[in-house]
């Protein structure tokens, strides 16, 4: 039973990171920086309960804040270019995040080991569940609740009139600046939304792992990140987390006999889909 | 000074292969307005596949690998070519992009499954020659690795401009619909460009087995990240823009290490992109006026 | 209300816009016309900000539009169609026209979080308007992508409308269409008058031209060649020369 919580976690973490990924891709960005974010996120609620002593709540709060700091801050410099040197400039972000944390030490006593992150060797020892008795059910719930929370802010945005706002940048980004959108401004806040979505999501991850590393933040996380979204078409919200399920549930538990060969196939499965469906699970709406 | 020196000299040699990688990327940009996001990890296969001539044939000469390397890279940009841009409709730009991603994450992780993850070596000529100006040293086997890019970089060139399919193919890249109704044959285009930019690549990719001494798979994605950067700071669609950018790149790496070692070198290269997108985010030669 | 002194717009060695004088007067509705290639799209493009003039004034409302981004300008009372029409494909009619909701009065009216995150409640009633006057009320949730060419035209409007503009730039508004559609264009150009709004028409279809403007301006070669009411400018010579080529007297 365990084993199946465990992968519920893990699908419910990757959701978050998927729709991160999701709102930018609205505005027709396409943005392989949201790991980077997620890697923000997750150290900075470790060193926050670890080393500070803060209840996960806050610390995920923080982890939020961070994202979106961040997130904002590269979408201003990242925005102002198209498309294309878009994915090269979130992509180049990623690996510089991915780069600074093999860098980074930080660690402080704690009785008689030191905790902290250790550059290459990584963030061991993030016990909050855990040194507060959480079982594996309840940190189930609670990342479950969360992802409910981002699902419904995302659903409501999509009914909202920023929500049409967003999609009418990703459309046709003339069209929008000609009946007075204002470009910068709406995709640097999809940009720092998304931001703060991995930023909590990171911050789960690394309390469920209880050991992070740089190299767990590589391209392939990014690849995640926005593979569901694409793959789970944009209509909605619950086609990125269908496509998470089938991802992270079909392809990796459950092929987990293929051992090894699971992430070869990973790579080959988003080649068959993309020439499949290019439009992705649950594509545009249906031209008439 | 003389460190400087040093290391901008071996850095600019070595950063020959970037600009390799970098035309790779920029010529399939030019041609289709896309990315080829495995073009990377396909040198670096095509590297890989240039060791199984030693298999044959265990004493041959390094030459021989890096022919191998070569015919390697042209069929492995030829698959990439089947698998991500032949059949998706390229008004789908997303999927096409994502399909590479996908080969990019496939062609990594055969590597690592046929290797078990451990590194090979891999022979170098000419590492033993070192020509010498007092202190400061010239590397023969990085004077080799300028001399054949340089080499690839001319036969590109005359191909581009001296043959009849280079001339198709600068017409599809200004105007593809014009260029269709002119009777060239897309799909050949496209094809033969991936070709074309696969010998490239798997040649780069030798030439890097060769100056690094051995090959490991964790080299595709800073290669991946760096040709990309070379090929934005040069000008997305821009062949001498990456030809310098990557010579540039190249030296202000080795530059970079000198002064802040090697775990931080790969961050201020990224710097270095980002200052190019704040302030010259066309690159350093603007790309040819396209058809958009 | 809009002013435009020796403007000029080059491309490369390309002078699509040459040293335009033009004064379009509060109220009015002013035609643009010209052969193809005259400058008069580029013209339009440089008014709404998509190409900075290369020299020259814009003066709206007597201020300066120089320093004003695009986006910006659509809020000082700017707004402008489309002649390949550019509707928001996969939003429904409905979302087209709230999306374009970014009129200074609008952001008056409403708070922040109301205009951004609020439903569709509080502007329902001014969407419904502005469908009922364009005829397209009845296909509110259809996708733009899927109406008919007339439709769309039409929506194309209705969304300019939207912003409440004070000038409202149509750019080929009755390319592609019959007599009949002609004759409605013209009474909603019409009604658009009697609400206040000063008309910038740049077209082809003389039919249109000759039958609702006050005041024409012909174009050739980025040059203004001819200025009048539509009686004097089809008499003009020029005109008839730039149109028909040659003495076509």
């Known amino acids: 039973m365990d084993f199946y919580f465990g992968l519920v976690q893990i699908i419910g973490v990757h959701t978050l990171l998927g729709l991160s990924a999701y709102i930018v891709l609205l505005t027709g960005q396409v943005s392989l920086a949201q790991a980077g974010f997620f890697a923000v996120g997750a150290y900075a609620a470790g060193m926050l309960t670890v080393l500070a002593g803060w209840h996960l709540v806050p610390a995920l709060g923080a982890s939020a804040v961070c994202g979106a700091g961040v997130a904002c801050a590269v979408g201003f410099p990242a925005l102002r270019v198209k498309g294309l040197m878009l994915v090269i400039a979130t992509l180049a972000f990623g690996e510089g995040v991915r780069l600074f944390f093999f860098n980074f030490d930080y660690q402080i006593a704690k009785g008689e080991i030191k905790v902290g992150p250790l550059g290459g060797e990584g963030f061991r020892q993030i016990r909050f569940f855990p040194e507060n008795g959480w079982t594996t059910g309840e940190v189930m719930v609670f990342i479950w609740s969360i992802v409910a929370a981002a699902m419904a802010l995302l659903w409501w945005f999509d009914r909202s009139r920023y929500g049409s706002v967003l999609r009418a940048v990703g459309e046709d980004e003339l069209a929008a600046q000609s009946v007075g959108i204002n470009l910068t401004a709406v995709k640097v806040s999809a940009m720092t939304v998304g931001g703060a979505i991995a930023g909590v999501g990171g911050g789960l991850y690394a309390h469920y792992t209880t050991h992070i590393e740089h190299a767990s933040f590589n391209i392939l996380l990014a690849t995640f990140a926005i593979a569901y979204p694409i793959v789970g078409g944009l209509r909605n919200v619950f086609g990125t987390v269908l496509a998470v399920i089938f991802v992270q549930g079909f392809l990796i538990e459950g092929l987990r006999f293929l051992g090894d060969w699971r992430n070869l196939l990973f790579g080959a499965l988003i080649v068959l889909a993309m020439n499949l469906r290019p439009s992705g699970f649950l594509g545009a709406r249906r031209r008439a | 000074m003389l460190d400087f020196l040093q290391a901008v000299s071996d850095g600019v040699l070595f950063g020959a292969t970037y600009a390799l990688i970098g035309i790779g990327f920029t010529l399939v940009f030019g041609v289709m307005h896309k990315i080829n996001m495995a073009y990377a990890a396909a040198s670096i296969g095509g590297a890989y596949a240039g060791l199984l001539v030693l298999k044959v044939m265990a004493a041959a000469p390094p030459a021989l690998v890096f022919l191998g390397a070569f015919a390697a890279g042209g069929l492995l940009g030829w698959m990439v070519y089947l698998t991500c841009f032949h059949f998706i409709p390229l008004s789908s730009p997303l999927a096409t992009l994502m399909s590479t991603v996908g080969m990019l994450l496939l062609i990594d992780e055969v590597i690592v499954h046929v290797t078990q993850g451990m590194p090979q070596s891999y022979p170098a000529m000419f590492d033993d020659v070192m020509l010498r100006a007092g202190e400061f040293t010239l590397r023969g086997d990085l004077l080799l690795v300028f001399g054949v890019a340089v080499v690839c970089m001319a036969a590109l060139m005359l191909l581009l401009y001296r043959t009849r399919l280079g001339l198709a193919t600068r017409a599809v890249s200004q105007q593809p619909v014009a260029a269709r109704l002119c009777g060239i044959r897309l799909e050949q285009v496209n094809a033969t460009t991936f070709v074309v930019t696969g010998l490239l690549g798997g040649i780069a990719g030798a030439l890097i087995g060769a100056s690094v001494g051995t090959l490991s798979p964790l080299l595709t994605t800073p290669l991946t990240v760096k040709g990309l950067i070379v090929t934005v700071i040069g000008g997305l669609g821009s062949i001498p823009g990456a030809i310098v950018a990557g010579l540039l790149v190249g030296g202000f790496e080795n530059v970079f290490q000198l002064y802040r070692g090697v775990t931080e070198r790969d961050l201020y290269v990224m710097l270095l992109l980002f200052v190019f997108l704040v302030f010259r985010p066309g690159g350093i030669f603007a790309a040819k006026s396209g058809g958009d | ?249």
């Open chain 3, 1 to 249: 209300m809009l002013e435009l002194q020796t403007l000029s717009r080059h491309f490369g060695g390309v002078r699509a816009v040459d040293g335009l004088d033009l004064s379009v007067a509060e109220g009015q509705i002013f035609g643009l016309i010209g052969p193809n290639g005259s400058g008069k799209s580029t013209t339009v493009n440089v008014i709404t900000g998509l190409f900075a003039p290369t020299s020259g004034k814009i003066l709206f409302r007597g201020e300066d539009l120089a320093a004003v981004p695009t986006h910006r300008r659509l809020r000082a009372g700017i707004a402008r169609t489309f002649q390949n029409i550019r509707l928001f494909g996969q939003l429904s009619v409905w979302q087209n026209l709230w999306v374009a909701q970014n009129s200074a009065e609008d952001q008056e009216r409403q708070g922040f979080f109301a205009r951004w995150l609020g439903g569709q409640g509080g502007v329902r009633a001014e969407i419904a308007q502005l469908l009922e006057f364009s005829g397209l009320a009845h296909k509110q949730d259809e996708l733009a992508a899927n109406l008919a060419f007339g439709e769309q035209r039409r929506l194309e409007l209705a969304r300019a409308m939207a912003a409440k503009p004070k000038l409202l730039l149509l750019d080929e508004p009755a390319a592609g269409m019959n007599s009949e559609e002609i004759a409605q264009l013209r009474e909603r150009i019409l009604s658009l008058r009697e609400r206040g709004v000063t008309i910038l028409l740049v077209e082809h279809v003389m039919e249109l031209v000759m039958g609702v403007t006050d005041r024409i301006a012909v174009l050739n070669f980025g040059q203004k060649i001819a200025e009048g009411t539509p009686a004097e400018i089809q008499a003009h010579p020029a005109v008839r020369k730039a149109y028909l080529g040659g003495d076509a007297a």
